[in-house]
Each structure stands twice: as structure tokens, then as C-alpha cells.
């Protein structure tokens, strides 16, 4: 019998040996909504979000909002928004949302008041400081209340200006993104010019979605966006499947030899983690698109891949736990930024699965995982491994841990930031 998953506290023992198989239907997508939220912001008007994700992070954005100046009525199936009084003067927690964080960073320099934003301390390691320097040179006023280039700050609002600048999107794209959308409420058009980027794809999910709400995203040249000021649509607006989310069943998918439908995902979808199913088809699976969704299925084979990760950094713990039990050398190659996410990934992915027995080498700007579980006696014994308060990693070692027998998560409720429902559909998918 399948233990019970869903009711893992504290710590959570991952069963081994069993078949990932069935249908499942995603949770929506964390970046769309993380966007939808902040474009409601921008658009103070009433807007309905349908099917949004709420989990941790998208739950701090609306009582955020609410804070702002917004009436926020949740239901079954939607959340609507309608601006009320906006008060500025508030504190606003961010917790552990770095998306959240920057893209406040911008919205609130559109918004008359003084705005002051903080979160944990993990998230007053993550820098904001290229983006900050891009507002200023903007006009916005900005105060470091701490250390230079981090959270606590305090914003004074409604001083964002027009013009050309220069921005710095190495450690992430999420700066442009959020200057692209708090363009649509500046003095005049806004002209940015990408002196670095990673993680494109998001950039494109960002100017798909302002599209959404009538705004013009330009592309001047492949580095340089233009926006002008626009009065965003209100209106209904729906939350696709996560592609962030599906990569964790189709990994299990491809691991254990079964097939998996996930629900609710397009081909054509502009978020990025949407690539690693091209990966898990290099490596071996079988991906099969169809009306409703795209379905998995694992061959029994795995073979090593050489990625350069810089445009789907999210996805690289989630290979490096399949890496093992491929044949081969996997090389992850262009993701330094790893190291200021929720945790340093790279670190945490490399320490974690040594402990488990892989192979791994840790590079600045990646990992080497050697495939010494490929066609060789996997190793076993209750190890527990750590997570480090970071979600993706939590859910990439219980995908390893299917057939590295003993693996025991600590602190399995920290999937509760993106994919709060991740243990029950792992567990309804063993059960198959």
C-alpha cells in the first residue's frame, strides 16, 4: 500500500519502487498569476482573475493588494479586485517572494504615496539593486533602509518618469519585467535597454500578458523594449496550467517507466519551463501533446544531456535529481544565478544528492552529475536529506527518492510557496 503522502509533517519518507502513472490536473501557473496581480495593481480597475494559483507567495501579493487599497473577494474558481482608497504610508511584507518584491519595487513608484517594502531574511539577500538603479536614473525616488542594494526600502510613489535606460537582467529577468509593466504608468514612454538577461522566456511571458490587458510591448532590437504609457483593460482574465509544476510528474514519469497526462497545459505556451519537456524527450521519455494537455511516458531508458539552464534556471534541481540513473555525464551549464534564489540551489542540489550517493560536481555557474546509477545496483539506506526552505528542491528530491530507496524529505511543507497540492497528486499518481 502506498503510504500516505499527503499527510507527511515534519518529515516525509518517499516510497520506492512504485509506478508514477495517471491523469492530473495542474496547478496554475505561479508566474502568470504573480503577473495578473501585479498588472491589477497597474490597472487599478475592477479585474477577475480565474483559477489563479493561491499558495504561499500569491497569497502574500493579495493581502498586499489588500493592504494597497484593493477590495480582494476570493471564490471557487476566481479572484476579483476592485480599487478602493490606496494608502500609502504601509509597510508591505513580501515574506519570500523575490518576484513579488521586484515587481513592487516598480509598481508602487507609479503610486502616489510612501511605500515601504520588506520580507525575510533570505529575501533581504536578493538583490534589487539593478533594478533600483535603473528607477532612479528614472526619477524614482528610493531609499536603502538597510543594506545597499537589498530589502528593507522605502519607495516614494507616483515619481516615475520616461525616457531611455540602461538595465542590468543577469541575476534576473524579473527586474525587466517589472519595469516593463510599471511603464504602462509612467510620465512618458520608457525605452529599456538590456545590457544582460537571463531567462528570457519570462520576458516574453510578461509582454504576452500586458498584450492581455491592451498594452503594446515593443522590441526594438533583440536587447532593447519599448512601452508606452497605456490605461490598462479591466476585465476577466484566466491562469493556464504551470509548467514549473508539471515538470515533477513528468520527471516521475520518465524515472519509473510510466505515463503520465497532465491537464490544462498548451504547446504554445510562452512560460519557459515548458523547454523541459524537450529535455526529458532527449533524455529518453516520450511526450505526446494532445487537446487537453500533453501526456509523458518513461521508456526505461535515460541518457545524459549537456544544457545550457540560463533561460529555465527553476528546472535545474529537477534534473540534477534524474541526473544519477542517466547514462552518461549531465552537464548543467549558465546558471550562477542559482546561487540567490530561495537557497543556493546549486549548493543544495550538489550537498543533498552526495549524501544520497550521486556523483556531483559543483561549478560556479553549474553542476556535473555523473549517470553512476545507470545500469548499476542503486544505492540504498534512510538518508534524510534538506531542503533548505526551498520548495523546488524539496520536490526534486522526492522525484529521486522513487527509486533511491530510503530518502527522507525534511520539511516537505515548504512545496506549500508554489505547488501547496504537490504531495496529494504525487501520491494519487504512485497510486496510479
Same mark, same amino acid.
Given at each position: 500500500?502506498?503510504?500516505?503522502?499527503?499527510?507527511?509533517?515534519?518529515?516525509?519518507?518517499?516510497p520506492?519502487?512504485?509506478?508514477?502513472?495517471?491523469?492530473?490536473?495542474?496547478?496554475?501557473?505561479?508566474s502568470?498569476?504573480q503577473?495578473?496581480?501585479?498588472?491589477?495593481?497597474?490597472?487599478?480597475?475592477?479585474?477577475?482573475?480565474?483559477?489563479?494559483?493561491?499558495?504561499?507567495?500569491?497569497?502574500?501579493?493579495?493581502?498586499?493588494?489588500?493592504?494597497?487599497?484593493?477590495?480582494?473577494?476570493?471564490?471557487?474558481?476566481?479572484?476579483?479586485?476592485r480599487?478602493?482608497?490606496?494608502a500609502?504610508?504601509?509597510?508591505?511584507d513580501c515574506g519570500?517572494?523575490?518576484?513579488?518584491?521586484?515587481?513592487?519595487?516598480?509598481?508602487?513608484?507609479t503610486?502616489?504615496?510612501?511605500?515601504?517594502?520588506d520580507?525575510?531574511?533570505?529575501?533581504?539577500?536578493r538583490?534589487?539593486?539593478?533594478?533600483?538603479t535603473?528607477l532612479?536614473a528614472l526619477?524614482?525616488?528610493?531609499d536603502?533602509?538597510?543594506?545597499?542594494?537589498?530589502?528593507?526600502?522605502?519607495?516614494?510613489?507616483?515619481?516615475?518618469?520616461?525616457?531611455?535606460v540602461?538595465?542590468?537582467?543577469?541575476?534576473?529577468?524579473?527586474?525587466?519585467?517589472?519595469?516593463?509593466?510599471?511603464?504602462?504608468?509612467?510620465?512618458?514612454?520608457i525605452?529599456i535597454?538590456l545590457?544582460a538577461?537571463?531567462?528570457?522566456?519570462?520576458?516574453?511571458?510578461?509582454?504576452? $500578458?500586458?498584450?492581455?490587458?491592451?498594452?503594446?510591448?515593443?522590441?526594438?532590437?533583440?536587447?532593447?523594449?519599448?512601452?508606452?504609457?497605456?490605461?490598462?483593460?479591466?476585465?476577466?482574465?484566466?491562469?493556464?496550467?504551470?509548467?514549473?509544476? +508539471?515538470?515533477?510528474?513528468?520527471?516521475?514519469?520518465?524515472?519509473?517507466?510510466?505515463?503520465?497526462?497532465?491537464?490544462?497545459?498548451?504547446?504554445?505556451?510562452?512560460?519557459?519551463?515548458?523547454?523541459?519537456?524537450?529535455?526529458l524527450?532527449?533524455?529518453? +521519455?516520450?511526450?505526446?501533446?494532445?487537446?487537453?494537455?500533453?501526456?509523458?511516458?518513461? $521508456?526505461?531508458?535515460?541518457?545524459?544531456v549537456?544544457?545550457?539552464?540560463?533561460?529555465?534556471?527553476?528546472q535545474?534541481?529537477?534534473? +540534477? +535529481?534524474?541526473?544519477?540513473?542517466?547514462?552518461?555525464?549531465?552537464?548543467?551549464?549558465?546558471?550562477?544565478?542559482?546561487?540567490?534564489?530561495?537557497?543556493?540551489?546549486?549548493?543544495a542540489?550538489?550537498?543533498?544528492?552526495r549524501?544520497?550517493?550521486a556523483?556531483?560536481?559543483?561549478m560556479?555557474?553549474?553542476?556535473?552529475?555523473?549517470?553512476?546509477?545507470?545500469?548499476?545496483?542503486?544505492?540504498?539506506?534512510?538518508?534524510?536529506?534538506?531542503?533548505?526552505?526551498?520548495?523546488?528542491?524539496?520536490?526534486?528530491?522526492?522525484?529521486?527518492?522513487?527509486?533511491?530507496?530510503?530518502?527522507?524529505?525534511?520539511?516537505?511543507?515548504?512545496?506549500a510557496?508554489?505547488?501547496?497540492?504537490?504531495?496529494?497528486?504525487?501520491?494519487?499518481?504512485?497510486?496510479?
Amino acid at each position: 500500500m502506498t503510504p500516505s503522502l499527503s499527510r507527511c509533517r515534519g518529515t516525509c519518507a518517499i516510497p520506492s519502487g512504485l509506478v508514477a502513472q495517471g491523469r492530473l490536473r495542474l496547478p496554475p501557473s505561479k508566474s502568470i498569476t504573480q503577473r495578473l496581480l501585479n498588472l491589477s495593481l497597474l490597472a487599478r480597475q475592477p479585474i477577475t482573475v480565474e483559477r489563479p494559483l493561491l499558495a504561499e507567495d500569491t497569497r502574500l501579493f493579495l493581502t498586499a493588494l489588500g493592504a494597497i487599497g484593493f477590495e480582494v473577494v476570493e471564490s471557487a474558481d476566481d479572484v476579483r479586485f476592485r480599487p478602493t482608497s490606496f494608502a500609502g504610508g504601509r509597510t508591505i511584507d513580501c515574506g519570500n517572494n523575490g518576484t513579488m518584491l521586484r515587481f513592487l519595487v516598480a509598481s508602487l513608484s507609479t503610486l502616489p504615496g510612501q511605500w515601504v517594502l520588506d520580507g525575510s531574511d533570505r529575501l533581504r539577500k536578493r538583490t534589487v539593486g539593478p533594478l533600483v538603479t535603473a528607477l532612479r536614473a528614472l526619477g524614482v525616488k528610493i531609499d536603502y533602509l538597510g543594506e545597499e542594494g537589498y530589502a528593507p526600502l522605502e519607495i516614494e510613489g507616483a515619481t516615475l518618469g520616461s525616457g531611455y535606460v540602461d538595465l542590468d537582467a543577469r541575476l534576473s529577468s524579473q527586474f525587466a519585467s517589472a519595469l516593463l509593466m510599471a511603464a504602462t504608468r509612467a510620465e512618458g514612454e520608457i525605452v529599456i535597454r538590456l545590457k544582460a538577461l537571463t531567462s528570457a522566456p519570462y520576458l516574453e511571458l510578461t509582454c504576452d $500578458t500586458l498584450e492581455a490587458f491592451g498594452a503594446e510591448c515593443e522590441r526594438l532590437a533583440p536587447a532593447v523594449y519599448r512601452v508606452a504609457p497605456h490605461t490598462l483593460s479591466g476585465g476577466r482574465f484566466a491562469v493556464e496550467g504551470d509548467f514549473s509544476a +508539471a515538470a515533477y510528474p513528468a520527471a516521475a514519469a520518465l524515472l519509473t517507466g510510466g505515463r503520465v497526462h497532465l491537464q490544462g497545459v498548451r504547446k504554445g505556451s510562452k512560460q519557459g519551463d515548458r523547454r523541459f519537456l524537450d529535455v526529458l524527450e532527449k533524455m529518453g +521519455a516520450l511526450v505526446e501533446w494532445q487537446k487537453d494537455g500533453v501526456a509523458i511516458q518513461g $521508456t526505461g531508458r535515460l541518457a545524459a544531456v549537456d544544457v545550457d539552464f540560463g533561460e529555465m534556471p527553476d528546472q535545474v534541481p529537477t534534473l +540534477a +535529481a534524474l541526473a544519477p540513473f542517466a547514462t552518461g555525464t549531465t552537464w548543467i551549464r549558465n546558471v550562477a544565478h542559482l546561487r540567490i534564489k530561495e537557497s543556493d540551489r546549486l549548493a543544495a542540489m550538489a550537498t543533498e544528492l552526495r549524501k544520497l550517493g550521486a556523483e556531483v560536481d559543483e561549478m560556479p555557474d553549474g553542476l556535473e552529475v555523473h549517470g553512476s546509477w545507470s545500469g548499476r545496483p542503486v544505492p540504498a539506506g534512510e538518508v534524510k536529506v534538506d531542503t533548505y526552505g526551498d520548495h523546488r528542491v524539496a520536490m526534486s528530491l522526492a522525484i529521486c527518492g522513487l527509486r533511491r530507496a530510503g530518502v527522507i524529505v525534511n520539511e516537505p511543507e515548504v512545496v506549500a510557496k508554489s505547488y501547496p497540492s504537490f504531495w496529494r497528486d504525487l501520491e494519487g499518481l504512485l497510486r496510479g
